[in-house]
């Protein structure tokens, strides 16, 4: 994802890709630069279908009353040739206070004009989707420093999990969690409340304080999560998950690179940091002890017992004891 540049105001910005809120915040900021350089700057707004080589020359013409102008395309890639000719004309040749911004949503369709744009020089910023985990995770951080707070890394992984890899959701879920806090810190705790709806998150929440030995933590979260409807099976299943991962990475060749581990456990390479982690401490009689735990509780909870409450308490103060053997090195 590329960036504005530190002064947004050049003659012709290409803002190319799929992903809309990117694509919007930069539009927005050549605007807002542009009004901040003159408050009576005049935006417009056309699409590449509806723009005619006469509404370029208009607006590329001077201005009677000596504005700024702004002149935001989108769908450039459904301008004709000659609109294309002219637009890259004005990248090598730009009207004075001129600022026209070209939004192009990815894809193949108006290629040559996209060649020949760049080809020109046009200052381009990139508004491609954002997939990686990894990637997700940096953008939660950076929204999170956007609206005034702060989160560290296992935070906005959990909010990620939470949310999704939606950007607009990520974004509006990171600005609301910061106005909602007293002092600005989106912790794993205040995430948990605000989407206690996502039972899913809930259990994962269980599984890493149990793995990590935080016992008692595990335990209140157990029965938060129990109370607010999440169905004993997710938890469960988010423990038996957690202590199999464990028990494979337990098993991995020293310095073996964390991309291979992810691939060889079918996991993302973040995870892999979070997982090395949570094994310090475990050993692999100790990981045994706690999958047969666990495997003990799912029986219960699935009609064997008559108290899932007790058997899931009973797991992890298991968890916990097994995890107190001798550890296991990474």
Known sequence: MSALSTDPLVPVTLVAGPESLLAERAVAAVVRAARAADPDADVSH???GELTAGGVAEHVSPSLFATRRVLVVNDVQDVSDAVGELLV??????????HIVLVHPGGVKGKKHLTALRKAGVHEVGAERITRPDDQVGFVRAEVRRAGGRIDEPAARQLVDAVGGELRALASAAAQLVSDSADG?????VIATYFEGRAEVKGWV???RAVEGKTGEAVEQLRWALETGTDPVLITGALATALRSLARLSSVPRGQRDADVASDLGVPPWKVRILRGQLRGWSSDGLARAVRAVADADLAVKGGGNDPTLALTTALVH???ARAQQPATT
């Not at 004309?89 to 001129?98: G, M």
């Open 46 to 48: 056309t699409t590449g």
């Open 89 to 98: 004309e004005q990248v090598r040749a730009p009207a004075p206070d001129v």
């Open 185 to 189: 810190v989106v912790s794993e705790s």
């Open 206 to 208: 269980v599984a890493d």
């Open 319 to 321: 968890i916990g004891d």
